[in-house]
Protein backbone atom coordinates (compact mmCIF):
# COMPACT_ATOMS: atom_id res chain seq x y z
CA UNK A 1 0.00 0.00 0.00
CA UNK A 2 2.93 2.39 1.20
CA UNK A 3 4.55 2.02 -2.78
CA UNK A 4 1.10 2.41 -4.14
CA UNK A 5 0.94 5.99 -2.11
CA UNK A 6 4.66 6.51 -2.50
CA UNK A 7 4.44 6.20 -6.23
CA UNK A 8 1.01 8.18 -6.83
CA UNK A 9 2.78 11.34 -5.22
CA UNK A 10 5.94 10.64 -7.35
CA UNK A 11 3.70 10.78 -10.31
CA UNK A 12 1.84 14.00 -9.28
CA UNK A 13 4.86 16.07 -8.26
CA UNK A 14 4.90 18.90 -10.22
CA UNK A 15 7.27 20.25 -12.43
CA UNK A 16 8.75 23.55 -10.30
CA UNK A 17 8.28 26.21 -12.53
CA UNK A 18 11.89 28.14 -12.44
CA UNK A 19 13.30 24.51 -13.72
CA UNK A 20 10.43 24.01 -16.73
CA UNK A 21 11.55 27.81 -17.60
CA UNK A 22 15.42 26.98 -17.55
CA UNK A 23 14.53 24.14 -19.89
CA UNK A 24 12.46 26.26 -22.44
CA UNK A 25 14.99 27.48 -25.00
CA UNK A 26 15.06 31.36 -24.74
CA UNK A 27 15.32 33.66 -27.97
CA UNK A 28 19.10 35.22 -28.53
CA UNK A 29 19.33 38.88 -27.41
CA UNK A 30 21.00 41.03 -30.22
CA UNK A 31 23.70 42.31 -28.29
CA UNK A 32 23.83 46.15 -27.64
CA UNK A 33 25.12 48.51 -30.40
CA UNK A 34 28.46 50.56 -29.44
CA UNK A 35 27.32 54.26 -29.32
CA UNK A 36 27.39 56.17 -32.44
CA UNK A 37 31.18 57.28 -32.82
CA UNK A 38 31.10 61.09 -33.53
CA UNK A 39 32.73 62.31 -36.93
CA UNK A 40 36.60 63.30 -36.49
CA UNK A 41 37.00 67.35 -36.01
CA UNK A 42 37.86 68.37 -39.13
CA UNK A 43 41.44 69.57 -38.72
CA UNK A 44 42.24 73.34 -40.56
CA UNK A 45 44.39 72.20 -43.69
CA UNK A 46 48.37 71.90 -42.79
CA UNK A 47 50.20 74.47 -44.46
CA UNK A 48 53.52 73.75 -45.71
CA UNK A 49 56.61 75.55 -43.01
CA UNK A 50 57.68 79.19 -44.36
CA UNK A 51 61.08 78.59 -45.80
CA UNK A 52 63.85 81.20 -44.31
CA UNK A 53 63.76 83.30 -47.28
CA UNK A 54 60.13 83.89 -46.96
CA UNK A 55 60.72 85.10 -43.26
CA UNK A 56 63.62 87.20 -44.54
CA UNK A 57 61.31 88.66 -46.67
CA UNK A 58 58.60 89.24 -44.02
CA UNK A 59 60.61 91.03 -41.72
CA UNK A 60 62.27 92.84 -44.23
CA UNK A 61 59.13 94.18 -45.22
CA UNK A 62 57.79 94.99 -41.57
CA UNK A 63 61.44 97.03 -41.20
CA UNK A 64 60.93 98.88 -44.65
CA UNK A 65 57.30 99.56 -43.51
CA UNK A 66 58.09 100.83 -39.99
CA UNK A 67 62.09 100.97 -39.36
CA UNK A 68 61.95 101.79 -35.55
CA UNK A 69 58.58 100.13 -34.06
CA UNK A 70 58.02 101.41 -30.58
CA UNK A 71 55.78 99.98 -28.13
CA UNK A 72 52.85 101.86 -26.90
CA UNK A 73 53.41 101.34 -23.12
CA UNK A 74 54.52 104.66 -21.82
CA UNK A 75 57.43 104.62 -19.36
CA UNK A 76 60.17 106.43 -17.81
CA UNK A 77 62.98 104.01 -17.46
CA UNK A 78 63.51 100.02 -16.56
CA UNK A 79 61.59 100.24 -13.51
CA UNK A 80 57.99 102.00 -14.90
CA UNK A 81 58.49 99.93 -17.64
CA UNK A 82 57.96 96.86 -15.55
CA UNK A 83 55.49 98.39 -13.45
CA UNK A 84 53.49 99.40 -16.86
CA UNK A 85 53.77 96.24 -18.14
CA UNK A 86 52.09 93.88 -14.82
CA UNK A 87 49.54 96.66 -14.95
CA UNK A 88 49.08 95.89 -18.87
CA UNK A 89 47.80 92.24 -18.09
CA UNK A 90 44.04 92.10 -19.59
CA UNK A 91 44.09 95.94 -19.95
CA UNK A 92 44.89 97.53 -23.00
CA UNK A 93 47.79 99.75 -22.99
CA UNK A 94 46.29 102.99 -23.63
CA UNK A 95 43.99 102.57 -20.65
CA UNK A 96 47.18 101.58 -18.55
CA UNK A 97 48.84 104.60 -19.61
CA UNK A 98 45.99 106.96 -18.78
CA UNK A 99 46.82 105.59 -15.25
CA UNK A 100 50.38 105.41 -15.32
CA UNK A 101 50.62 108.83 -16.62
CA UNK A 102 49.96 110.76 -13.23
CA UNK A 103 51.48 107.65 -11.57
CA UNK A 104 54.94 107.99 -12.79
CA UNK A 105 55.31 111.84 -12.19
CA UNK A 106 54.97 111.15 -9.01
CA UNK A 107 56.49 107.52 -8.54
CA UNK A 108 59.12 106.40 -10.77
CA UNK A 109 61.10 104.52 -8.55
CA UNK A 110 60.71 101.51 -6.45
CA UNK A 111 61.18 103.80 -3.20
CA UNK A 112 58.97 106.39 -4.37
CA UNK A 113 56.47 103.91 -5.07
CA UNK A 114 56.92 102.56 -1.50
CA UNK A 115 56.50 105.58 0.00
CA UNK A 116 53.41 106.35 -1.68
CA UNK A 117 51.84 103.38 -0.12
CA UNK A 118 49.18 100.43 -1.65
CA UNK A 119 46.15 102.58 -1.14
CA UNK A 120 47.76 105.65 -2.21
CA UNK A 121 48.71 103.26 -5.91
CA UNK A 122 45.21 101.69 -5.61
CA UNK A 123 43.44 105.18 -6.22
CA UNK A 124 45.93 105.67 -9.46
CA UNK A 125 45.03 102.74 -10.90
CA UNK A 126 41.48 101.49 -10.07
CA UNK A 127 40.26 102.40 -13.71
CA UNK A 128 42.83 99.51 -14.50
CA UNK A 129 41.13 95.88 -14.47
CA UNK A 130 42.00 93.55 -11.36
CA UNK A 131 43.81 97.31 -9.97
CA UNK A 132 43.29 95.82 -6.31
CA UNK A 133 45.46 92.87 -7.29
CA UNK A 134 47.93 94.86 -9.32
CA UNK A 135 48.56 97.47 -6.54
CA UNK A 136 49.50 94.76 -3.85
CA UNK A 137 51.72 93.57 -6.52
CA UNK A 138 53.18 96.91 -8.08
CA UNK A 139 53.93 97.66 -3.79
CA UNK A 140 55.44 93.72 -3.37
CA UNK A 141 57.70 94.18 -6.39
CA UNK A 142 59.44 97.47 -5.33
CA UNK A 143 59.59 96.06 -1.74
CA UNK A 144 60.96 92.89 -3.95
CA UNK A 145 63.79 94.80 -5.77
CA UNK A 146 64.86 97.36 -3.28
CA UNK A 147 65.38 94.21 -0.61
CA UNK A 148 67.29 91.76 -3.08
CA UNK A 149 68.14 94.35 -5.94
CA UNK A 150 69.74 97.21 -4.80
CA UNK A 151 66.64 98.91 -6.86
CA UNK A 152 67.41 97.97 -9.84
CA UNK A 153 65.34 95.53 -12.33
CA UNK A 154 67.32 92.62 -12.80
CA UNK A 155 68.82 91.56 -15.72
CA UNK A 156 67.78 88.03 -16.60
CA UNK A 157 64.38 86.19 -17.16
CA UNK A 158 64.39 83.77 -14.13
CA UNK A 159 65.51 87.07 -11.85
CA UNK A 160 62.59 89.17 -13.39
CA UNK A 161 60.12 86.16 -13.28
CA UNK A 162 60.57 85.96 -9.07
CA UNK A 163 58.88 89.17 -8.99
CA UNK A 164 55.39 89.20 -7.61
CA UNK A 165 53.07 90.26 -10.59
CA UNK A 166 55.31 89.05 -13.71
CA UNK A 167 55.71 86.25 -15.61
CA UNK A 168 57.68 85.08 -18.64
CA UNK A 169 56.08 87.55 -21.05
CA UNK A 170 56.73 90.34 -18.83
CA UNK A 171 60.11 89.19 -18.43
CA UNK A 172 60.46 89.20 -22.05
CA UNK A 173 59.26 92.73 -22.56
CA UNK A 174 61.27 94.12 -20.24
CA UNK A 175 64.43 91.97 -21.47
CA UNK A 176 63.57 93.46 -25.05
CA UNK A 177 63.00 97.05 -24.13
CA UNK A 178 64.81 97.92 -21.50
CA UNK A 179 67.85 96.10 -22.13
CA UNK A 180 67.90 94.88 -25.78
CA UNK A 181 68.02 91.69 -25.63
CA UNK A 182 66.15 89.71 -28.45
CA UNK A 183 63.47 88.13 -26.56
CA UNK A 184 59.98 87.31 -28.00
CA UNK A 185 57.12 88.38 -25.58
CA UNK A 186 54.31 86.38 -27.14
CA UNK A 187 50.50 88.21 -26.38
CA UNK A 188 47.32 87.71 -28.11
CA UNK A 189 48.14 89.56 -30.83
CA UNK A 190 51.99 87.87 -32.03
CA UNK A 191 49.90 84.30 -30.79
CA UNK A 192 47.33 85.21 -33.40
CA UNK A 193 49.56 86.63 -35.98
CA UNK A 194 52.13 83.41 -35.43
CA UNK A 195 49.36 80.96 -36.03
CA UNK A 196 47.26 82.37 -38.28
CA UNK A 197 50.04 82.81 -41.01
CA UNK A 198 51.66 79.53 -40.44
CA UNK A 199 55.23 81.04 -39.36
CA UNK A 200 55.26 79.74 -36.11
CA UNK A 201 52.12 77.57 -35.46
CA UNK A 202 52.26 76.41 -31.51
CA UNK A 203 49.17 74.86 -29.14
CA UNK A 204 50.43 77.73 -26.53
CA UNK A 205 52.34 80.82 -25.80
CA UNK A 206 55.72 78.99 -25.13
CA UNK A 207 55.60 76.90 -28.19
CA UNK A 208 54.73 80.52 -30.55
CA UNK A 209 57.30 81.91 -28.63
CA UNK A 210 60.39 79.47 -29.80
CA UNK A 211 59.09 79.05 -32.81
CA UNK A 212 59.35 82.51 -33.68
CA UNK A 213 62.95 82.39 -32.09
CA UNK A 214 64.15 79.73 -33.80
CA UNK A 215 63.14 81.41 -37.65
CA UNK A 216 63.67 84.58 -37.33
CA UNK A 217 66.58 85.72 -38.40
CA UNK A 218 69.10 88.24 -35.10
CA UNK A 219 69.31 91.18 -37.37
CA UNK A 220 65.63 91.28 -36.88
CA UNK A 221 64.85 90.28 -33.35
CA UNK A 222 65.25 93.30 -31.77
CA UNK A 223 62.26 94.94 -33.04
CA UNK A 224 60.17 92.00 -34.15
CA UNK A 225 58.20 91.71 -30.98
CA UNK A 226 56.83 94.91 -31.81
CA UNK A 227 56.29 94.40 -35.33
CA UNK A 228 54.18 91.09 -34.96
CA UNK A 229 52.10 93.23 -31.95
CA UNK A 230 51.47 95.78 -34.11
CA UNK A 231 50.84 93.63 -37.47
CA UNK A 232 48.36 91.94 -35.22
CA UNK A 233 46.52 95.13 -33.39
CA UNK A 234 46.29 97.14 -36.16
CA UNK A 235 45.90 94.92 -39.16
CA UNK A 236 45.90 91.44 -38.65
CA UNK A 237 42.57 91.84 -36.88
CA UNK A 238 41.10 89.22 -34.21
CA UNK A 239 37.70 89.24 -36.45
CA UNK A 240 37.97 90.90 -39.42
CA UNK A 241 41.85 90.64 -40.51
CA UNK A 242 42.67 94.04 -43.09
CA UNK A 243 44.88 91.07 -45.34
CA UNK A 244 44.05 93.74 -48.52
CA UNK A 245 46.26 95.86 -46.94
CA UNK A 246 48.51 93.42 -45.35
CA UNK A 247 52.71 93.95 -46.27
CA UNK A 248 52.70 90.10 -45.80
CA UNK A 249 49.48 89.00 -47.74
CA UNK A 250 51.20 87.02 -50.41
CA UNK A 251 53.50 84.72 -47.74
CA UNK A 252 50.92 84.52 -45.22
CA UNK A 253 49.29 80.25 -45.37
CA UNK A 254 45.89 81.16 -43.29
CA UNK A 255 43.35 79.63 -45.98
CA UNK A 256 41.10 82.16 -44.59
CA UNK A 257 42.54 85.07 -45.64
CA UNK A 258 40.92 87.60 -47.98
CA UNK A 259 43.18 88.06 -50.63
S1 LIG B 1 46.96 88.04 -45.07
FE1 LIG B 1 45.32 88.47 -43.61
S2 LIG B 1 45.39 86.75 -42.19
FE2 LIG B 1 47.31 86.76 -43.27
S3 LIG B 1 48.70 87.96 -41.98
FE3 LIG B 1 47.81 89.34 -43.46
S4 LIG B 1 46.04 90.22 -42.42
FE4 LIG B 1 46.62 88.36 -41.30
Known amino acids: MAKIIRAIAAKKKPVPKKAARSTAKKP ?53 LLVAVVLSAQA ?51 EKLIAEFGGEVPRTRAEIETLPGAGRKTANVVL ?16 RVGNRTGMAPGNNVLEVELGLEKIIPSEFMLHAHHWLILHGRYICLARKPRCDVCVINDLCRWPEKTV
Open 92 to 142: TDAGVNRATRPLFAIADTPEKMLALGEDTVRDYIKTIGLYRNKAKNVIALS
Open 176 to 191: NMAFGEHTMAVDTHVF
Open 28 to 80: AKAAPKPPAKKPPRPKPPKSSPWTAEEVYEAFSRFRKANPEPKGELEHLNPYT
